[in-house]
């Protein structure tokens, strides 16, 4: 079975809106990474933050990770239509791979 | 720097042929994954190589499938006499380091259709 869950599966917002989505897990992990993949496409790396982080910024993403609730949020601010795509967590499991959930599938419309 | 280059892009296979995926990784990389996705689905972990040797195929299917990363060339996945629900999504990821220590560089993928 997966190692977690993205949640709201699917998030319709307007353009300047804000999304946030949400990441659970089930086993401790070293680190939690946050990847984005647009249709058709492979998945590109945005953001890693390390167990001992709590939070992390890069340009319009902020990253939080709260190890006592095993959850993480990827928020980002003033969307853009192409922010358009689905977003996945990714876990470590066993200490050699990265399992992900099923993603969220993020919709900026103009 | 060329990122991770996978071909086929697309492939067109009948029910029983063999499917042969290859994935040359980032240069300096050692370490090769593969996964596959089914549409609107996520990723699932396949098997987890580095150069001549399997570190993790916890992912792969008992049967029919295969992989390999050789010492020399790209790393292959191999399917052979393929069914319908081998139709997916196949895409190979490369690291420097090992991938719960640091980021991974996805391909573009490689789309499998069995008719």
């Known amino acids: 079975s997966q190692q977690g869950e993205e949640d709201p599966q699917a998030l319709s917002i307007q353009e300047g809106e804000n999304a946030t989505m949400n990441c659970s897990y089930k086993t401790s992990i070293n680190n939690l990474q946050w990847y984005r993949q647009n249709s058709g496409r492979g998945l590109v790396h945005l953001i890693l933050i390390r167990s001992n982080e709590r939070e992390k910024h890069s340009g319009r993403l902020r990253v939080t990770l709260d190890t006592s609730k095993k959850s993480s949020s990827l928020l980002i601010t003033a969307s853009r239509a192409a922010d358009t795509a689905s977003y996945f967590c990714?876990?470590?499991?066993?200490?050699?791979?990265?399992?992900f959930g099923e993603g969220t599938q993020l919709t900026v419309n103009p | 720097n060329a990122g991770v280059m996978q071909n086929p892009r697309h492939l067109v296979r009948r029910r029983g042929q063999e499917a042969r995926l290859r994935c040359s990784p980032m240069?300096?990389?050692?370490?090769v994954y593969w996964y596959r996705q089914l549409p609107e689905e996520g990723l699932k972990f396949m098997v987890y190589?580095?150069?001549?040797?399997?570190?993790?195929e916890s992912g792969m299917p008992k049967e029919r499938f295969s992989a390999e990363f050789p010492k020399e060339g790209p790393s292959i996945l191999r399917i052979q006499q393929v069914v319908r629900g081998d139709s997916a999504a196949y895409f190979c990821a490369s690291s420097v380091v090992r991938a719960n220590t640091g980021e991974l560089f996805f391909g573009e993928g490689s789309r499998l259709t069995v008719l």
């Open positions: 990714g876990q470590e499991t066993s200490g050699s791979r990265l399992t």
């Open positions: 240069k300096g990389h050692s370490h």
């Open positions: 190589l580095q150069k001549e040797n399997i570190i993790d």
